[in-house]
């Protein structure tokens, strides 16, 4: 009786274990988290809502989301569609909402609104753009992703008039 139990008690750990384990990686919804190796601090996650705001930076006037991070337009998009997927999609986070968008600090209510990507989701759109942060973008504050020319087009930040600019700035890699 005493082998039974011990294989029981085996078995039951494992299970425990793998169990825990399994909602370390997963949110119930497929997205990473905090366990999961590809869980990083600069995923964007869906809500209800989302915040767009604007911050005076080297580069003018730009659009960033709630947490102060720094948005940016996919050159190969095309009005109101997303091109950036896979790939592009880990190191450019797509901002997605499920539900309203807030206009804050600038930004025009009337040309802030969501489109649905092709795996179903909401995307955040400004003047018909996708927007996105980028994941080397660790800090609040940051552009390191400006200009840069990644997955077949450039990326650029967003004025309050949702258009590109396209100047660089010397202090990209620190905040505001």
Partial sequence: MRNHTRVFVA???????LSAA????????GHASAGSPNA???????????TVSTK????????????????YLFQSDKTNKSTCN??????????KADGKTIAKGGVNSKLLSTITRSDGSKQVT?????????????????????GLNAF?????VLGTDGKQIT???????GGY
């Fill in 167 to 173: 100047k660089t700035s010397g202090s990209q890699s």
């Fill in 126 to 146: 400004y003047k018909g753009h996708p927007l996105y942060t980028f994941a080397d973008d660790t800090k609040a504050g940051q552009t390191n992703g400006q």
């Fill in 22 to 29: 399994t909602l370390a990686y997963a949110d119930g919804n």
């Fill in 152 to 156: 077949g087009a450039k990326w650029y």
């Fill in 86 to 95: 896979g790939d592009c999609a880990k190191a450019w986070p797509v901002l």
């Fill in 40 to 50: 990083t601090s600069s995923t964007v996650s869906s809500s209800s809502s989302v």
């Fill in 11 to 17: 078995a039951t750990g494992s299970a425990l274990l």
């Fill in 56 to 71: 005076s930076t080297p580069l003018g006037k730009i659009l960033v989301n709630s947490k102060g991070h720094t948005l």
